[in-house]
């Protein structure tokens, strides 16, 4: 990397508000073009900018997350892909207050509701996601 890109980030990062402070003289890490690492800097947060491919993947699976559990929330009412009211093991299903298959609707509402959260905010239904999972 070249010192203007990474001074240009520097500046930015200041810009930003951080409580950490840059002096324009350095790079991200903290070194001067001569190599000397400020003290000041010494504990610096390190300071990550996204890739294309990272930003990629990012999209891929928040488009993932957001997708599968709402087919799979559908797949629950409609018996597309597999009869999942032949999942539910008897002694679940006896222990339950309502029948298997109105179950196996509440957890496809609750599928759908997990995509759509994911798709909105992504922070919370991560892990709301894992949690369900």
């Given at each position: 990397m070249r010192w203007t890109e990474t001074q240009a980030r520097v500046e930015t990062w200041h810009r930003i508000g951080s409580c950490t402070t840059f002096s324009r003289d350095t790079d991200a890490r903290g070194y001067t073009k001569?190599?000397?690492r400020?003290?000041?800097t010494a504990f610096a947060p390190s300071i990550h900018l996204a890739s294309r491919e990272e930003i990629q993947a990012h999209h891929i699976l928040q488009f993932g997350f957001t997708v599968a559990?709402?087919?799979a929330g559908?797949?629950?009412f409609f018996h597309l892909l597999v009869n999942w009211d032949r999942y539910l093991a008897p002694r679940i299903a006896a222990l339950l207050p309502v029948s298997g298959h109105a179950f196996m609707?509440?957890?496809g509402v609750v599928e759908m509701a997990a995509g759509i959260i994911v798709a909105?905010?992504?922070r919370l239904g991560g892990?709301?996601?894992a949690a369900w999972l």
């Open positions: 001569e190599g000397v400020h003290a000041a559990p709402i087919l559908l797949d629950k609707l509440i957890v909105l905010r992504p892990y709301l996601v």
